[in-house]
């Protein structure tokens, strides 16, 4: 899938928000056109929410460069699971994944990984992800969905 296949998908799941900042907006530079995906049944970006998906487009010197977003045509699609389906996605609890951030190359295209900043919170990523991404945001989305009632 590409971004522009992601973002179309997720704006099709119910009460979806996503926002894609760029230099006309309030955020920070560094996020500019990373893209942040939440539910939000008003239509609003959420203040104190965090999203339950983003879109990572570049590397973030000093603190995330696993991944080596700077290589041309790659993209990180990182996913808020919870901590049971990581468990099931990943093989061990969120909050063991110090133990075993240094098993992994964060580099593979469409594999489901922990997210090499995010891990503990449950989150995994995919660098380019294929059509296994459809459900795993949809699960994503239910989850918010669910949390947010």
């Given amino acids: 899938m590409t971004e522009s296949e ?17 230099p006309d907006s309030e955020a920070p530079e560094v996020a500019w056109g ?7 049944p008003d239509g609003e ?6 999203p339950f998906a983003t879109i990572v487009t570049k590397d973030y010197p000093g603190s995330d460069t696993a991944s ?19 468990e099931r996605l990943i093989g061990y ?5 110090a133990e075993h951030h240094a098993d992994f190359d964060y580099t593979v295209i469409d594999r489901i990984l922990p997210n090499p900043v995010y891990a503990t919170a449950a ?13 795993l945001l949809t699960d994503a989305h239910a989850r918010a969905v669910a949390r947010h009632r």
């Fill in 45 to 50: 970006i959420p203040k104190r929410q965090q």
């Fill in 6 to 22: 992601i973002i179309q998908f997720v704006t099709g799941l119910p009460g979806t928000v996503v926002f894609t900042p760029g």
């Fill in 68 to 86: 080596q977003l700077d290589r041309p045509g790659i993209f990180r699609l990182n996913i808020a699971v919870g901590r049971a389906a990581f």
């Fill in 34 to 40: 990373d893209t942040f995906i939440w539910y939000a």
């Fill in 123 to 135: 989150w995994i990523s995919l660098l380019n992800p294929g059509e296994q991404a459809r459900s």
């Fill in 93 to 97: 609890p969120p909050a063991s994944h």
